[in-house]
């Protein structure tokens, strides 16, 4: 079967291709679902601590809601290249935008810490679905400069989440409580599905492509062959531990050893954020004439 036929000038060009001034849109769509992909992982740390009185449940068991989210994300980030292949990188961002929106809408609605697992399903599923591939989308979209530029931005605006996002959160919250904080921030990110939806070019898929196991290790095959690779994602494995296990239960420790009002939890969280961006931008801006092994 073929794949199906899309106007030219939706299609994903190849590199060196001349961009015309609507292509601008594909930038700021793949920096808003980054942004969105990680607001459900840093979102609820913040407020674990009202989280658990209202819950009537441990902190420590509230940070289980982050681990669920990881391994989540960590499996389905296993087949979302194979899935964007067939069905679409545009596709599989909406997606995950769209489970990122149920994720949410799930925190602010949890009468129960079960309720509260259903949603980090969703937030899993989010991640996976946006992050892999609009890095991809980044990286092949562009060319040259402008695709390690792009890449920069992309991973910059994650964390706009924690610039941006937990600050507002927190005041929203202060104002409205934790459950309307997440509801509203729901009720956002329908908003950035239907920008998404307007502003991601269509790329070409193959539908009748069949996703068994043999396609799954034919995908990996070259990669786990590589022993470069290899180490790369061990270096990736630890960082997320690292970094994911420090934001999880950062927001608590503020709260109940340094008695930080929400406010002042989310402006710490903004600091952190910061420094996250800078690196990011000046990495795909500025030090973009480094070689990479020389800046890592």
């Known amino acids: 079967m073929e794949a199906e036929a899309l106007p030219e000038a939706d299609l994903v060009p190849p590199p060196g291709t001349p961009r015309v001034a609507a292509d601008r849109r594909v930038l700021p769509a793949l920096c808003l679902g980054m942004f969105v992909a990680l607001l459900t992982f840093v979102a609820p740390a913040p407020f674990f601590p009202v989280m658990s009185r209202d819950l009537d449940v441990s902190v420590p068991l509230l940070g289980q809601v982050v681990a669920a989210m990881l391994l989540v994300s960590a499996a389905i980030g296993l087949v979302a290249g194979p899935l964007a292949d067939a069905y679409g990188h545009r596709r599989l961002i909406l997606l995950g935008l769209v489970s990122a929106a149920i994720c949410l809408f799930a925190f602010g609605l949890a009468p129960t810490f079960p309720v509260l697992l259903v949603g980090a399903l969703a937030g899993g599923l989010a991640n996976a679905a946006v992050s892999g591939p609009s890095l991809a989308v980044a990286g092949t979209y562009f060319a040259g400069a402008e695709a390690r530029r792009a890449l920069g ?126 690196g990011s931008v000046l990495s795909g801006g500025p030090l973009g004439q480094v070689p990479p092994r020389t800046l890592l």
């Open 153 to 278: 931005w992309a991973t910059a605006c994650m964390a706009g989440s924690a610039i941006v996002g937990v600050p507002v959160l927190t005041a929203v919250a202060t104002l409205t409580g934790w459950r309307l904080a997440f509801i509203i921030a729901g009720t956002a990110v329908i908003g950035a599905v239907l920008l998404g939806a307007a502003w991601l070019p269509r790329d070409a898929r193959s539908p009748d492509q069949r996703l068994g196991s043999e396609t799954l290790v034919a995908a990996y095959r070259p990669l786990l062959r590589h022993g470069p690779t290899l180490r790369l994602y061990g270096v990736a494995v630890l960082r997320a531990i690292c970094w994911f296990g420090l934001l999880t239960y950062f927001g608590a420790f503020l709260a109940q050893e340094l008695a930080l009002s929400t406010g002042l939890v989310g402006v710490a969280y903004m600091l952190g954020g910061g420094g996250y961006f800078l």
